[in-house]
C-alpha cells in the first residue's frame, strides 16, 4: 500500500516508524518497525509524485523553472490515463494553456492527432513528448517506482521513502506535488482524507481496458468499482479482467478510476460552485465539461434539477489543493478537495494537465523562495498563469462572488424552480431560502411550483415541509426509476418521486412512514435501484415504523439478495466481455442500499446486518468500506448540502 509509511524527523534516516495500512478487512493494526534505516539520496527542489496525467506537466513545469526536479511514476512511461490507460481522447476540457502546446507538439508527429485537432492520440506518442519535454527542461523521471513514505517535520515535509527497481531510499526535498490521483503522498504526511464510508457507495465507475488490436489506440471501459487503496481488491479486479477479455490481446496495467481518496483541502469546490459560477481570487485553472458522472449523484440540488449535456465552466482555487494543516504540499487531480458531485465537472484530462502545469509552476517558486504556499502573492502568481495562457485576465481579477445577496435567494425562490442555477443559489443559501420557498409552497398557483418548494424544504431539513410533502406522496404512484448505469450516464439518477421521499424523510414527519411504505405494495417484484435506494434513505432517517417492515418484504422478494462477491470464483462468474457492463453493480447496490435502510431503520430480524456483515467480506473495496462502516451505524442522513 504506497503510501502507508509515515515518521517524524529526528535521527538520521528514517528512523522508528508507525505503518498504518490504509486498507484492512475488518480490522485496524498497527505494526511497530525499530530500526529502519534507509541510505539517503541526493536531494531535490520538487518531487513530484506520479508522472500521469496531471504529474508530468507538474514535473515539466517545475524542470522550467530552473527547479530540481524528481518525478516519481509506477508506471513504465509518463501520462497516466492518457498513455498507459488507452483512454487516449479527450472527452471535454478547457484546451488553453500548457494543453494547448502538448496537444500541439503530439499533433506534430503523430498523423492521427491532427486529423482530430488534438482531440485523440496515439498513446505511445504522447508519452514520448512528456519524455522529451521533461528531459529538454532538465527534469528526471524514476519509472517502475513509488512513494512509500514521508518523513515530515512539524506540519512539513522535507523527504520522501522512494522503492524503486534497484532498491529503496530516501529523498531530500523542498516541496511536493501529490499527482497520485489518490492522495497519496498527502495521505501519507498526515493529511485528513476523504473515502468511502456510512454515508453512501456513490464512486464513480472504473475499468480495466483491455487491448483487442494492438493497432487500435483507444480503448475505454466502465465495469466495475474498484478500491485503490486495496491490494486484494486490485489484483482480483485485474484477474477477473482477463478472465473477462479472454480474446484481449493484453489487458493495460493501470487503473482508470474517475474517484479515489481525496484531501480535505482549506476549500471544497461544490456542486454548487460550480451551478452559480462562483469565482474565487485564487482561482489557478478554469475547467469545463458537462457532468460526466458515471454512476448517481448525492447532492439534493440534482434531486431537483437532474444535470444535463450541457457543458459547465468551473473556477478552481488554490485552496483545493492544499491539504488543511500541511505545509509544502500540493495535490492535483482526483485527489484534490471537491465534493463528489463537483468532481466529473474538474476531472477532464486537459483541466488536469493545466492544474499539474499550475502547482508545477508553484511548487518551484516556494522552493526556490522557501515561502509557505499559503504566503505566496496569489495575485502575482496568477499573472504567471496569464503569461502561460492556463487563465484569463479577467479570471486573475476575480473576487470571491459567495455569499450571494438576500436578493439574488429572493429572485431565484422567485423563478419557476427549474433552472439549476437558481435552485443552487438557494441550496447555498438555505437560512435565507426558508421562509421565500415556505411562502411559494404554501401559495404559489402553480402545482408543480409548490411541490418543488416543498422538496427542495425537505431536502433542507425544512420540517414545515412534511405536510404538504405527505399530501404529495399519498396521492402520487411510482414513476419510471433508474438503474446503475456508469458509462454515458447523463441526466437524473433517480425519478421524481424518488427525490420527493428522499425530501419526506428528511422532514422526519411522523406521518411520513405510513406514506411512504403504503407506496411498497405496488412496487414490481424486480423494483429499480433508485426506488430502493429512495425508500432506505427515507427508512434510515424515519427510523423504526412501517417503513421498516415494508424494506423488509422488499428485501425477501426473489432475486434481491446474494449478490456480494465473497470469493475469486464469484469474481470470475461475474466477468462477461462488456467493457461497460452495469448489471452486476446494479443487483449489489441494489441490496445494499437496502439492507442498510433495515439495518439503520431497526432491524427486527438481524436480515439488514446479515446483507451487511455479507458485503463487509466482499472483495470489491468500496462496497466493503461502505458496509463495514454502516454496521457502525453512526449515519442516517447521507445528503451533503455543501
Not at 481522447?89 to 482530430?116: H, I, M, P, Q
Not at 504522447?126 to 528531459?135: P, Q, T, V
Not at 412501517?546 to 470469493?567: F, K, N, Y
Not at 451487511?612 to 445528503?639: I, K, P, S
Request: proline fraction near 6%.
Amino acid at each position: 500500500c504506497p503510501s502507508a509509511l509515515h515518521f517524524e524527523a529526528g535521527g538520521s534516516g528514517a528512523g522508528p516508524a508507525s505503518f498504518s495500512p490504509v486498507f484492512l478487512r475488518g480490522k485496524r493494526a498497527e505494526l511497530e518497525i525499530e530500526g529502519l534505516d534507509f541510505p539517503e539520496w541526493a536531494g531535490v527542489d520538487v518531487v513530484v509524485a506520479g508522472g500521469g496525467t496531471g504529474g508530468a506537466p507538474a514535473a515539466i513545469a517545475a524542470s522550467r523553472s530552473r527547479a530540481k526536479t524528481l518525478c516519481i511514476e509506477t508506471a513504465h512511461g509518463l501520462g497516466g490515463v492518457g498513455t498507459t490507460g488507452l483512454i487516449s481522447s479527450y472527452w471535454f476540457g478547457n484546451k488553453c494553456g500548457f494543453t494547448s502546446e502538448l496537444d500541439g507538439l503530439v499533433s506534430e508527429v503523430d498523423a492521427l492527432s491532427r486529423s482530430k485537432n488534438g482531440n485523440v492520440w496515439h498513446p505511445g506518442v504522447k508519452s514520448g513528448i512528456y519524455h522529451r519535454l521533461l528531459d529538454e527542461s532538465g527534469g528526471t523521471a524514476w519509472l517502475g517506482s513509488f512513494v512509500f513514505g514521508v518523513r515530515r517535520k512539524g506540519n512539513r515535509p522535507d523527504g520522501v521513502l522512494v522503492s524503486t527497481p534497484f532498491g529503496s531510499g530516501f529523498v531530500p526535498a523542498k516541496t511536493f506535488v501529490d499527482a497520485t490521483g489518490n492522495s497519496d503522498l498527502a495521505a501519507a504526511a498526515g493529511a485528513a482524507c476523504r473515502v468511502i464510508d456510512e454515508r453512501h457507495v456513490a464512486v464513480q465507475g472504473t475499468g480495466i481496458s483491455p487491448r483487442v488490436d494492438p493497432s487500435v489506440p483507444h480503448q475505454n471501459a466502465d465495469h466495475t468499482f474498484i478500491e485503490e487503496n486495496d491490494p486484494e481488491g486490485i489484483t482480483l479486479a485485474h484477474v477477473q479482467a482477463r478472465e473477462k477479455y479472454p480474446n484481449g490481446f493484453e489487458t493495460m496495467p493501470f487503473i482508470n478510476s474517475r474517484e479515489r481518496r481525496q484531501i480535505l483541502g482549506d476549500i471544497e469546490v461544490s456542486p454548487l460552485d460550480i451551478l452559480t459560477g462562483r469565482t474565487f481570487p485564487d482561482t489557478v485553472f478554469t475547467a469545463r465539461s458537462n457532468f460526466d458522472t458515471h454512476g448517481f449523484i448525492i447532492h439534493p440540488v440534482f434531486m431537483v434539477v437532474p444535470p444535463d449535456h450541457q457543458p459547465l465552466e468551473a473556477h478552481v482555487p488554490l485552496r483545493c489543493m492544499l491539504p488543511k494543516g500541511l505545509e509544502s504540499i500540493l495535490v492535483t487531480g482526483l485527489g484534490m478537495s471537491a465534493h463528489r458531485d463537483a468532481l466529473p465537472v474538474i476531472r477532464m484530462q486537459a483541466d488536469v494537465q493545466n492544474q499539474g502545469y499550475a502547482a508545477g509552476l508553484l511548487a518551484a517558486q516556494a522552493a526556490r523562495s522557501g515561502e509557505n504556499l499559503r504566503e505566496i502573492d496569489i495575485r502575482a502568481f496568477q499573472n504567471i498563469l496569464v503569461s502561460h495562457g492556463i487563465i484569463t485576465e479577467e479570471t486573475a481579477a476575480h473576487e470571491d462572488s459567495f455569499l450571494i445577496n438576500p436578493a439574488a435567494v429572493a429572485s431565484a425562490a422567485a423563478a419557476p424552480l427549474s433552472h439549476a442555477k437558481d435552485v443552487a443559489t438557494l441550496f447555498a443559501h438555505p437560512e435565507a431560502s426558508r421562509d421565500p420557498l415556505l411562502r411559494v409552497a404554501e401559495g404559489s398557483p402553480e402545482t408543480e411550483k409548490r411541490h418543488t418548494a416543498a422538496m427542495i424544504l425537505g431536502l433542507m431539513g425544512c420540517r414545515e415541509a412534511g405536510p404538504l410533502l405527505c399530501e404529495i406522496v399519498r396521492n402520487s404512484s411510482w414513476d419510471a426509476g433508474w438503474n446503475y448505469r456508469g458509462m454515458g450516464q447523463f441526466g437524473p439518477s433517480m425519478s421524481r418521486l424518488d427525490s420527493l421521499i428522499i425530501a419526506l424523510g428528511r422532514t422526519k414527519d411522523p406521518g411520513a412512514p405510513s406514506v411512504i411504505a403504503g407506496l411498497v405494495a405496488d412496487l414490481t417484484s424486480d423494483p429499480a435501484f433508485s426506488h430502493c435506494r429512495a425508500l432506505s434513505l427515507a427508512a434510515a432517517n424515519l427510523g423504526p415504523s412501517e417503513l421498516t417492515s415494508a424494506l423488509q418484504r422488499i428485501i425477501d422478494l426473489p432475486g434481491i439478495s446474494g449478490h456480494a462477491l465473497l470469493t475469486i470464483q464469484d469474481m470470475l462468474a461475474d466477468a462477461d466481455g462488456n467493457p461497460t457492463s452495469t448489471a452486476s453493480r446494479n443487483r449489489s447496490l441494489r441490496e445494499l442500499y437496502l439492507a442498510r435502510g433495515l439495518f439503520l431503520s431497526g432491524d427486527p430480524h438481524g436480515r439488514g446486518r446479515e446483507i451487511l456483515e455479507a458485503y463487509a467480506r466482499d472483495l470489491r473495496g468500496h462496497f466493503a468500506r461502505h458496509a463495514r462502516a454502516a454496521l457502525c451505524g453512526n449515519a442516517t442522513d447521507v445528503l451533503d448540502l455543501a
